[in-house]
């Protein structure tokens, strides 16, 4: 079969004369270039070139491909100008998906500095609490909380832990007295719900404290579980990961013991080096690890306020 890199073998002795003169042009040996000129004409068939005591000279085969040949080079050298402009250009879509909560909070500023730094990338959010499946191409990156992400040829990067646990405002924290034992939290009112994807996960967590029986209200997504939170109308359960960098939210339980969940950056390992995707990965894990590294002053560590008491110690959690 034709190599088509012989063509380069080709044109470099039409141009120089000689086998010798080529592989110095293009820094091989003369043994090289001589022995690419063969197989190129064994590959067509033909006599490209009469060896003469003075260098090379064409036949007349080899003059008729001549400009056959340097078509082919024109062709080769706009791919590869073609190839390096699209390998710079990082304007386009990016589909992103996220669980709602996430978007509506750390993702928002991390979203709009994106924009600044790579205008011609346009984001389009989809957010979900089912992942999408990147390897089918529902989307082409996502910031997903899970113990480990599952599914062929992903390209994953851990972000920090990020378990749920029990959260309340700091105006509520501020009215009242930090519940020390699980019988105190029964007197405080709790937000449920989450939606089906997470309400099932929340309502078993609830139960293990023994807690439902507390539930005044429920939202039918995370999003309404944070804003009722964040009104003072009560405690529920949030990811860690975003609301310990929330100044408003106390935390009233320390994680519990065992839970892996974690936030993962990820993206399809066909999709990776897509210049766009590329970027948006890139941007995404340096802000998130910074968040990952951030020290969250405001993230339950603040003393609880409330009716003149000193801070007494969270509950330990099971």
Not at 16 to 38: C, E, F, N, P, Y
């Amino acid at each position: 079969m034709l190599d088509w890199n012989d063509l380069r073998y080709f044109l470099a002795v039409v141009d120089t004369g000689s086998t010798l003169a080529a592989g110095k042009k293009l820094r091989v040996s003369q043994t090289t270039a001589a022995r690419r000129i063969a197989a190129l004409e064994e590959a067509v068939g033909l006599t490209l070139f009469e060896r003469r005591q003075a260098g090379y000279a064409l036949t007349p085969a080899g003059e008729a491909l001549v400009d056959q040949a340097r078509a082919v080079e024109t062709s080769a050298a706009h791919f590869t100008d073609a190839a390096a402009a699209a390998a710079r250009d990082v304007s386009g879509t990016v589909r992103l998906t996220t669980s709602d909560i996430y978007a509506v909070t750390m993702m928002s500023p991390i979203l709009r500095d994106l924009h600044d730094v790579h205008a011609g990338i346009r984001i389009e959010l989809v957010t979900s609490d089912y992942p999408l499946d990147l390897g089918a191409g529902e989307a082409d990156i996502a910031v997903r909380a899970s113990v480990m992400p599952q599914g062929g040829g992903l390209v994953v990067r851990r972000i920090g832990p990020d378990p749920w646990t029990l959260y309340c405002s700091r105006d509520y924290a501020a009215r009242h007295v930090r519940p020390n034992n699980a019988e105190d939290l029964r007197h405080h009112p709790i937000i449920g719900g989450g939606g089906e994807k997470i309400w099932p996960v929340y309502r078993a967590w609830l139960q293990r404290f023994d807690l439902e029986d507390a539930v005044v209200m429920e939202h039918g997504s995370a999003t309404g579980l944070l804003a009722a939170v964040r009104a003072g109308a009560g405690m529920a359960v949030l990811p860690s990961f975003m609301a310990d960098r929330d100044p408003d939210l106390v935390q009233v339980l320390p994680p519990m013991k065992r839970d892996d969940l974690a936030l993962w950056l990820m993206t399809h390992e066909r999709l990776r080096r897509t210049p766009r995707v590329r970027a948006v990965m890139d941007f995404l894990g340096q802000r998130l690890a910074q968040l990952a590294k951030a020290d969250s002053a405001s993230s339950g560590d603040s003393p609880w306020l409330g009716d003149g008491e000193k801070p007494r110690p969270a509950i330990a959690s099971p």
